[in-house]
Structures are given as C-alpha cells and as structure tokens.
C-alpha cells in the first residue's frame, strides 16, 4: 500500500521562477494538505484541498496556489519565487471518512532551492 | 508569533533511561495534540495525540500529558532506545479547524545514546 508520494525530491530554482510540486495521496485518502518547512522551523500549513476546492488556507500571500484533481492528487505551484521559499514542501493527506482528528499522513517531502 | 514552542533544540540520553519531551502551547482554542517524529530525508511520522478532554495518553513506550491549566504537554518515551533517536515536533490543532490544519513546534532532536 504506498503511502503519500511527492515529486520531484529535489529542486533548484532562480528567483523569479515558478515551480510546480506534485503529490500523491494516500491510497483511500481524499484530502491533501500541503506544509512547508523552512530550515529549523516546523512545518507551516499553507492549504488543504479536499474535493477539488480549496477548503482552509495559512498565512501564505496568493503567490502560492494548488489543484487537487479528481484522483485526488495534488500540485502547489509557487510563482515569481524568492529566495525566503527555499524549504522542505511536505504534502500531508487524510481521509473524510476516517473518524474526527484522524492523523495527517506526510510523504518525504519536496527540498526547494531557491538561487 | 510562536502558538505552539519546544524550547529544548536538542536533548540526549542514555540508552533505557525515560526521555521527556516538552512542548507548551498558548492558543487557548486548541483542543487536540500531536507529537510526529521526523528522520533525515522523510517526511514526518505520527506518533501520539490526545484530546483536551483527556489528561494522558499510553501507547506502549509512549505517553503524553497534557496540562491544560499550564498550557503544556509532554511525551516520554520510556525504556528509550537508539532508534528512537529523531526530530520530534509537538502539534495542535484548534477547534473547528480539523486535522488538517496542525500548527508545529520547531522540534526537538532527540539523541539516544548506547
């Protein structure tokens, strides 16, 4: 049974870019969450997608935005990048079905690098 | 503003010994915890929760406490092991808000010694 996948595992973009992250949720899985985790800080919520809509968003300006489609995988696109958006991107993804406060399944993470 | 805070970065200890982790919140409207663990190059893994309802939580080696009146938890991880060595990030989740929305700690990396 996989669990969530991300790809790719590595970036390097220059400032200015637009970046394009995807994910897999985990089988079964219906939501997906995306985080970032800049260096020695935890992982910071950014939004959840949940029956292709946007459902709850963080403290992120609109430069990042995602799609979830209708196999309930996910992408964050971040556009005109800056250096401060270099970080681990980890999707997380959990089920409606499950019961309330059931834990988010995280994959490995995408490491962005911003030059 | 840091709602949820580990202030220990680090900490080590000896093979068997009880480790204790802590974590202290100060959003009053969370009402369930998490503590995820973290390896280089994974993503991280759930460990334990608990509800605000509840004051403790045992999963084998794993326990946490919650204190709400001090706004604090904690994890201890009892006999400890060289495998338990990782980043451990507390997490909170406010009413209303799901699951899905987690705020973290920035962690603590625990150190198992042999």
């Known amino acids: 049974d996989a669990g969530v996948t991300q790809s790719p595992t590595h970036l390097i973009k220059t400032r200015g870019q637009q970046v394009t992250l995807r994910c897999s949720p985990k089988s079964g899985h219906d939501t997906v969450s995306w985080y970032q985790q800049a260096l020695g800080q935890g992982p910071q919520f950014i939004f959840q997608y949940y029956e292709e809509e946007e459902r709850q968003r963080g403290n992120f300006p609109d430069r990042f935005s995602g799609h979830q489609f209708p196999n309930y995988s996910s992408e964050l696109n971040v556009n005109a990048l800056l250096l401060g958006d270099s970080a681990l991107y980890l999707c997380a993804s959990s089920s409606t079905r499950d019961r309330v406060n059931s834990p988010l399944h995280f994959g490995n993470g995408t490491r962005l690098t911003v030059t | 503003d840091q709602q949820v805070k580990q202030n220990s970065p680090s900490l080590s200890v000896q093979e068997g010994r009880i480790s204790i982790l802590n974590c202290d919140y100060t959003n009053s409207m969370f009402d369930y915890f998490l503590w995820y663990k973290k390896y280089p190059a994974e993503g991280p893994t759930f460990l334990i929760s608990?509800?605000?309802?509840?004051d403790k939580n045992e999963d084998g080696r794993f326990t946490v406490f919650l204190n709400k009146s001090a706004k604090h938890l904690s994890l201890h991880i009892v006999p400890s092991q060289p495998g338990d060595s990782a980043v451990y990030f507390c997490?909170?989740?406010?009413?209303?808000?799901?699951?899905?929305?987690?705020?973290f700690g920035k962690g603590t990396k625990l150190s198992v010694i042999p």
């Open positions: 997490a909170a989740s406010a009413k209303g808000a799901g699951s899905y929305q987690l705020t």
């Open positions: 608990i509800s605000s309802i509840k």
